[in-house]
Nanobody
Framework: QVQLVESGGGLVQPGGSLRLSCAAS????????IGWFRQAPGKEREGVSC????????FYADSVKGRFTMFRDNTKKTLYLEMTSLKPEDTAVYYC???????????????????????WGQGTQVTVSS
């Protein structure tokens, strides 16, 4: 049984930083695809960062490039999202996700398209506000 459990969300001031964690069980972070998504109130869920696990190439949404970094620790079976220079528009529920088959991320219509993912965490709230 695959389980993904996010943690690390919270309230942070604009310009601040947060690190989100996603502990994985029943799924190897070296296989398929892994990624972070977010959903703001009244908006559709969007891809933030995703990776074809076997290759390690990481893709980012234009809105977070240079500010967010996704990385994994295979020994801890944990996926991370390091977020810096946070802005109010980064406020959302953040989800980690995994899929057993490698997807091919691409940029389309101004968005990062990560593909279909089968496994999702419960989400962690990130609020950027002064």
């Amino acid at each position: 049984q695959v389980q993904l459990v996010e943690s690390g969300g919270g309230l942070v001031q604009p310009g601040g930083s947060l690190r989100l964690s996603c502990a994985a069980s029943g799924f190897s972070l070296n296989t398929g695809s892994i990624g972070w998504f977010r959903q703001a109130p009244g908006k559709e869920r969007e891809g933030v960062s995703c990776m074809r696990s076997s290759e390690g190439t990481t893709f980012y949404a234009d809105s977070v490039k240079g500010r967010f970094t996704m990385f994994r620790d295979n020994t801890k079976k944990t996926l991370y999202l390091e977020m810096t220079s946070l802005k109010p528009e980064d406020t959302a529920v953040y989800y980690c996700a995994a899929h057993p088959i490698s997807q091919y991320p691409y940029q389309g219509m101004g968005q990062l398209i990560c593909g279909e993912y089968d496994f999702w965490g419960q989400g962690t709230q990130v609020t950027v506000s002064s």
